[in-house]
Nanobody, 123 residues
Framework: QVQLVESGGGLVQAGGSLRLSCAASGRTFSRHAMGWFRQAPGKEREFVASISWSGDNLYYAESVRGRFTISRDNAKKTVYLQMTSLRPEDTAVYYC????????????????WGQGTQVTVSS
């Protein structure tokens, strides 16, 4: 069992940066790939980024590639999403997720979800 708690969301101006954190509980954190999704009002939840348990394999949505960076610290049981050059269209609730592989997460192969944290980017 893995429980996920996101933090770091907030209001930022376009062009600014935020770093989201996802703290996990449970002894099997390091065995799970981790990822981030987002859901804007009236839209479906979409994949943002994922990372393998070792940190060697990374996947990004095209819309965030080059602007967002996913990373993890297995000792701290935490996964991060560094977001730069933020745009109004990045406004959404961001969800942390755990799954079997980073590639599976890209197709919403998720075993556990966090509760989400709001990110709002003003123009």
């Amino acid at each position: 069992q893995v429980q996920l708690v996101e933090s770091g969301g907030g209001l930022v101006q376009a062009g600014g940066s935020l770093r989201l954190s996802c703290a996990a509980s449970g002894r099997t954190f390091s065995r799970h790939a981790m990822g981030w999704f987002r859901q804007a009002p009236g839209k479906e939840r979409e994949f943002v980024a994922s990372i393998s348990w070792s940190g060697d394999n990374l996947y990004y949505a095209e819309s965030v590639r080059g602007r967002f960076t996913i990373s993890r610290d297995n000792a701290k049981k935490t996964v991060y999403l560094q977001m730069t050059s933020l745009r109004p269209e990045d406004t959404a609730v961001y969800y942390c997720a755990a799954g079997p592989t980073a590639q599976a997460i890209t197709s919403i192969g998720v075993n556990y979800w966090g509760q989400g944290t709001q990110v709002t980017v003003s123009s």
